[in-house]
T-cell receptor, first 112, second 112 residues
Framework: KQEVTQIPAALSVPEGENLVLNCSFT??????LQWFRQDPGKGLTSLLL?????REQTSGRLNASLDKSSGRSTLYIAASQPGDSATYLCAATSSNTGKLIFGQGTTLQVKP | DAGVTQSPTHLIKTRGQQVTLRCSPK?????VSWYQQALGQGPQFIFQ???????QRGNFPDRFSGHQFPNYSSELNVNALLLGDSALYLC???????????FGSGTRLTVV
């Protein structure tokens, strides 16, 4: 049974810092790993998706990596801004049409 | 291009009542999944519909049921509401040719 864990649960940093959010999963037979952003009371916005054959994906200041052998994914945010404040969720899929298994999220606060 | 549309945005119901939530998928998407997100938690998979049939189901009681229509839109029905059903209900859609899900903004259900 796939389980996804995110550490830390909350993070507060000053503006401009580079930071790393961690996501671990128990089943290495992963199909893809998706990172989402969620603003308070809102839906999920997809940030990056890494397929099982890939090692990383980049979009602007965001970079996500995937290491299936260690059961880990990281989301790197460069030069953080107050607008990056949100909850970041990672989700694993174990098959092509499979359900998403979510971590509990990391709530990020970037202080001006 | 409209994304995933959910209605209503907010809803207040009394214990024991029944509720119906609606989801219109993004154009071109034919698979609809529903998730329940309790406050401070990651979303939990309820079920997935494809070709008007329930294809996968999470660990939710039979009080939770759904339907998919020929135009790919979907409904989530919850009977005999409990206080614990209070949550944000998210709809996620995709198509078989595209990896990754698109989420709607959710319906906030409060049971009193």
């Amino acid at each position: 049974k796939q389980e996804v864990t995110q550490i830390p649960a909350a993070l507060s940093v000053p503006e401009g810092e580079n930071l790393v959010l961690n996501c671990s999963f128990t089943d290495s037979a992963i199909y893809n790993l998706q990172w989402f952003r969620q603003d308070p009371g809102k839906g999920l916005t997809s940030l990056l998706l890494i397929q099982s054959s890939q090692r990383e994906q980049t979009s602007g200041r965001l970079n996500a990596s995937l290491d299936k052998s260690s059961g880990r994914s990281t989301l790197y945010i460069a030069a953080s801004q107050p607008g990056d404040s949100a909850t970041y969720l990672c989700a694993a899929t174990s098959s092509n049409t499979g359900k998403l298994i979510f971590g509990q999220g990391t709530t990020l606060q970037v202080k001006p | 291009d409209a994304g995933v549309t959910q209605s209503p945005t907010h809803l207040i119901k009394t214990r024991g009542q029944q509720v119906t939530l609606r989801c219109s998928p993004k154009s071109g998407h034919d698979t609809v999944s529903w998730y329940q997100q309790a406050l401070g938690q990651g979303p939990q998979f309820i079920f997935q519909y494809y070709e008007e049939e329930e294809r996968q189901r999470g660990n939710f009681p039979d009080r939770f049921s759904g339907h998919q229509f020929p135009n790919y839109s979907s409904e989530l029905n919850v009977n005999a509401l409990l206080l614990g059903d209070s949550a944000l209900y998210l709809c996620a859609t995709r198509t078989g040719t595209i990896v990754g899900y698109t989420f709607g903004s959710g319906t906030r259900l409060t049971v009193v």
